[in-house]
């Protein structure tokens, strides 16, 4: 019998549009704005700080929908993004640095499509506001202070292994090792040899000297680079964690880049100025042996450099580092009981604490001083051309006085202001970037703009549709019908499978949709004009259907598995907002495939199949 | 309804030489225009920072040209986007140290104009070089999806309808990017998608025809391959109008509701269709037909696919 598909066909396209129907749901009910309460190591949210917070913000008449208090915190939710960072900040202030307090959109959908993991789609920066940062890690930075580390290291090597070297210097990319003979240089090149295989040595006799020119290999440097971007991302996402987002993006892009994307935070400069912050701590003793004003004259002595103060004054301060900022195991801003300026409370590790306990109680009396190091972005010419690099500043912060033994917990003073103790101990915690970072691109969008691309984005699917809808009715009657009964199954499952997969729903993917919407029906076109072709050739109903779409098939398959090509394309080469396209017009692709010709025929053989009819509506 | 109650008879092989002059003219006038004027590439590919922000009532925009131009932007392009309340300020890649800086500056004195807030709406910042990687991207991924369509249609079907196909497709693209030299449009990363979707797009046009002429050219072995052609052009006329027509009308919804940040990306759109469907009626065809294609000369389409095709149904 013609045109009569099996029950389980019909069964399955049933069951897919169903599980297609459940899982576009979410997206219904739609999302609030929200904000996620999180507890941290030593503090715990309980019903306590649901009660603290309801009434705060009762007090200050900021209303909100809900709050419920849930495995991973407290979330409270409110009715639009305005309110919800009004409250944000006044639950910062309230809870202080122990909690995390991060921006969020959560589904509000009923919990039985929770439960099956049935979420609304995730929308792009450009839909519901935010930031987004490329960042490149300054890898030049990097290799400089490899080098750096080389020649301190090769120094320490030789001058324990008793080889007497002339020089240690570095040149560009280059080391350069000097000795008076060339047994010294054998010696002193096996001795490197034992210790790293990441460097090319070459022999050169020169300057009246016989030289070690040393290069970092192509695999070394490739591994160094690798490492500092890694350890970058790291040391963002930690400090993205402390800015208090919700579903922040922190990936590697090429091969040194970062892309960071903060939905909800509007805030950009805070931001920007905490991600690309490379800021440390270091801790030195004063030198009190010499005078400033004698170093100053140009006689500074070997085991001291000169710093400059926040004030501008210079002081002296030992080479030897007590110790850096990563032996920090956590900081907190605050105040000072006695002054009332601000401070940072520190812990330390177990070295750290046992290098401190070792030299205060060495120096007591003694002065030592905070040294602040930061990277800040410069622009140099270089051969003509403008580069873009950073720059190291140092700056004593504190000298202060030892008054006492300590360890592992202390607090420094000397910040100018408690914005500045919050900042540091923000970076302080989250740790220092591997390689100073340059922000090379950056998006904020507005939540008012987000708004409005999805009301836009929005009305301009369902007005498309509408008329192709409309159009395709008059034209072609009943299957016209059936085809944008078809039409609105693709819809379905297109939102479906976006909100099944995760996958970032952007302005340019809700036009890859409507774009799906336009040429969707061009496989029924394709089929319709075909059975109205044999029609008119004189063939039955029955066998103009069956052949129209068997005819269509070939054509169809050709004509998407080229468009689906160019959408696969775009996807591996495009970025950002242009993969939002590839990926709505891919699965719009292969979706409109399924309903168009699956889904047609299939209403069509239950309408018309196995009867004997004289005339189609086409 | 129908376009045609029988099959229409067209005569579209008969004016293939005009059709050919003005291809080949709008062509060379796109080229023309790229040479000349090139791109407006926007600010994805230039680099520089650009602010939108919206006032709460109508503002005037020569005060706040003014004020921008006191606090140092010399060369800030200033224009109302979309409507009178939403200023576009653009600022052109700076030397400089803090360049990702620059926004919030300009952010503050838009903010200080006639009293009244800006919301920030949309704030970007890319380097300049981000741009030209960016740039140098498109351009590849254009190249690539060239390539992978013009292996796959080489192997669907034969080389000279392949090559008819590529050059029709060189043909839009060509006539779209030129439109956007010639009036200076903004060039920006969505235009680059729209680029890649009317790639597709004109291809799928294009590939129905050319399934139906080879059908035909089995079907109909003793005809003359321009009267092949010509009813293969025919009889897939209804069916080209139709798709595009429907096409043309999401994007045309896209073009007048979608808002300013997809306007340029419909635009580009609705061009090309437009020369798309013209394309593939005329040039892609035409083309086969220079390349002397005839019932021979066709690659056989293998028998066991459309069987394993038909019982998938």
């Known amino acids: 019998m013609l045109n009569q598909y ?5 069964l399955l396209i049933l069951f897919t549009v169903l599980i297609g129907a459940i899982y576009a749901l979410p997206n219904i009910y739609g999302s609030n704005p929200a904000l996620q309460i999180s507890a941290t190591r030593t503090t715990t949210v309980d019903t306590r700080t649901e009660a603290q917070l309801g009434s705060l913000l009762k007090s200050k008449k900021i209303p909100f929908r809900s709050m419920r208090l849930g495995d991973d915190g407290l979330l409270i939710r409110f009715s639009n993004v305005e309110q919800q960072l009004k409250a944000s900040d006044l639950v910062k202030k309230e809870l202080g640095d122990n909690y995390t307090v991060a921006l969020n959109l959560a589904p509000a959908s009923p919990t039985w499509l929770t439960d099956i993991h049935a979420l609304p789609m995730y929308l792009g920066l450009d839909l519901r506001g935010g930031l987004h940062f490329l960042m490149a890690v300054d890898t030049e930075t990097v290799i400089r202070q490899a080098y750096e580390r080389y020649s301190n290291d090769f120094r320490g090597l030789l001058r324990g292994k008793k080889i007497r070297y002339l020089a240690i210097n570095q040149h560009g990319q280059t080391l350069k090792l000097k000795f008076r003979t060339a047994a010294l240089r054998d010696q002193a ?14 022999d050169e006799d020169a300057e009246g ?43 590697q892009q090429g091969d040194s880049h970062i892309v960071v994307q903060l939905p909800g935070i ?12 490379t800021a440390t701590l270091e801790f030195r003793l004063v030198d009190v042996d010499h005078t400033v004003a004698s170093a100053q004259a140009g006689h500074v002595p070997p085991g001291s450099r000169l710093y400059r103060e926040r004030n501008g004054r210079y002081v002296l301060l030992k080479k030897r580092v007590i110790i850096t900022g990563d032996r920090i195991t956590h900081a907190s801003s605050g105040f000072d009981q006695n002054s009332g300026s601000p401070t940072v409370m520190i812990s330390l590790d177990g070295a750290g604490a046992r290098s401190m306990a070792r030299t205060t109680k060495e120096n007591l009396k003694k002065p030592m001083a905070v040294v602040f190091i930061e990277h800040k972005p410069i622009t140099l010419m270089v051969d003509g051309k403008k580069v873009a690099t950073t720059r190291k500043v140092e700056e004593v912060i504190n000298v202060a006085t030892i008054q006492g033994v300590f360890s592992s917990r202390f607090q420094i003073t000397g910040l100018s202001s408690p914005k500045e103790s919050q900042n540091l101990a923000l ?43 409309v159009f395709m009715g008059v034209w072609y009657r009943g299957f016209g019908m059936v085809a944008n009964l078809a039409l609105v199954m693709n819809l379905v ?49 029955q066998s103009s259907i069956q052949a129209g779409y068997d005819k269509a098939l070939s054509t169809i398959a050709d004509a998407n598995i080229t468009t689906l090509i160019a959408a696969v394309v775009l996807y591996i080469f495009g970025t950002g907002p242009i993969k939002g396209f590839a990926i709505t017009l891919s699965i719009g692709i292969v979706t409109s495939l399924f309903t168009a010709i699956m889904g047609t025929r299939a209403i069509i053989n239950l309408i018309v199949g196995g009867r004997r009819i004289k005339k189609l509506s086409i | 309804m129908q376009f045609f109650k029988e099959e229409p008879h067209f005569d579209f092989m008969g004016v293939r030489k005009i059709a050919i002059t003005i291809s080949i003219l709008m062509v060379l006038a796109s080229i023309g225009a790229l040479a000349t004027k090139g791109l407006s590439f926007g600010l994805d590919f230039t680099g520089g920072t650009l602010i939108e922000v919206g006032y709460s009532k109508d503002v005037d925009l020569p005060p706040i040209r003014a004020a921008l131009e006191k606090a140092g932007f010399r060369d800030a392009v200033v224009q109302h986007f979309g409507t009178a309340q939403d200023v576009l300020v653009r600022i052109a890649p700076q030397e400089g140290q803090n360049a990702s800086l620059l926004g ?37 991924a254009m190249l690539i999806a060239l390539g992978c ?32 030299a010639l009036f200076q449009w903004d060039f920006d990363l969505t235009v680059l998608a729209a680029v890649l979707a009317v790639i597709g797009y004109s291809l799928n046009d294009t590939i129905v025809v050319f399934d139906r002429i080879r059908e035909n050219f089995r079907k109909l072995r003793r005809l003359p391959p321009t009267e092949v052609v010509n009813r293969s052009l025919n009889q897939t006329l209804s069916r080209t109008i139709m798709t595009s027509f429907t096409t043309m009308l999401v994007v045309v919804a896209m073009f007048l509701f979608g808002g300013q940040l997809i306007h340029s990306f419909a635009l580009a759109l609705m061009i090309g269709i437009f020369v798309g469907t013209y394309s593939s009626i005329y040039v892609a065809s035409t083309l086969a037909l220079a390349m002397n294609i005839t019932s021979n000369s066709l690659v056989p389409v293998k028998k066991e696919g459309e069987g394993a095709e038909q019982k998938m149904l």
């Open chain 1, 427 to 469: 970076l302080l915690r989250a740790g220092a970037l591997a390689a100073p970072i340059r922000i090379v691109e950056e998006r904020t969008i507005g939540p008012s703009l987000g708004q409005d691309n999805i009301d836009r984005g929005t009305r301009s699917v369902i007005i498309g549709m509408l008329m192709v809808v």
């Open chain 1, 266 to 277: 509007q805030d950009s400069a805070r931001a920007k100025k905490i991600l690309s912050a």
């Open chain 1, 209 to 251: 000297a016989y030289l070690i020119i040393g290069r970092m290999t192509k695999k070394a440097l490739h591994n160094l680079e690798l490492h500092a971007v890694q350890q970058n991302v790291i040391t963002l996402r930690n400090r993205v964690n402390e800015l208090g987002v919700a579903e922040p993006v922190i990936q």
């Open chain 1, 6 to 10: 099996p029950t389980w066909k019909y």
């Open chain 2, 104 to 140: 919030d500056k300009v952010l503050k004195v838009l903010n200080g104009i006639s009293g009244d807030h800006a919301k920030m709406r949309r704030q970007e910042f890319v380097g300049p070089q981000v741009g030209s990687e960016l740039r140098d991207d498109g351009g590849l």
């Open chain 1, 189 to 202: 090149k096996n001795a490197i040899r034992s210790q790293t295989h990441d460097l090319t040595l070459h």
């Open chain 1, 493 to 541: 499952l297109i939102v479906a499978l976006l909100s099944l997969l995760q996958a970032t729903l952007t302005m340019p993917g809700i036009a890859g949709i409507v774009l799906t919407v336009g040429m969707a029906v061009d496989a029924n076109v394709l089929i319709f004009e075909r059975i109205r072709e044999e029609l008119r050739l004189g063939n039955t109903p």
């Open chain 2, 149 to 180: 369509i013009l292996l796959y249609v080489m192997a669907r079907f034969e080389y000279r309808f392949a090559l008819g196909s590529i050059i029709a497709l060189l043909h839009d693209v060509t006539i779209t990017l030129g439109c956007f």
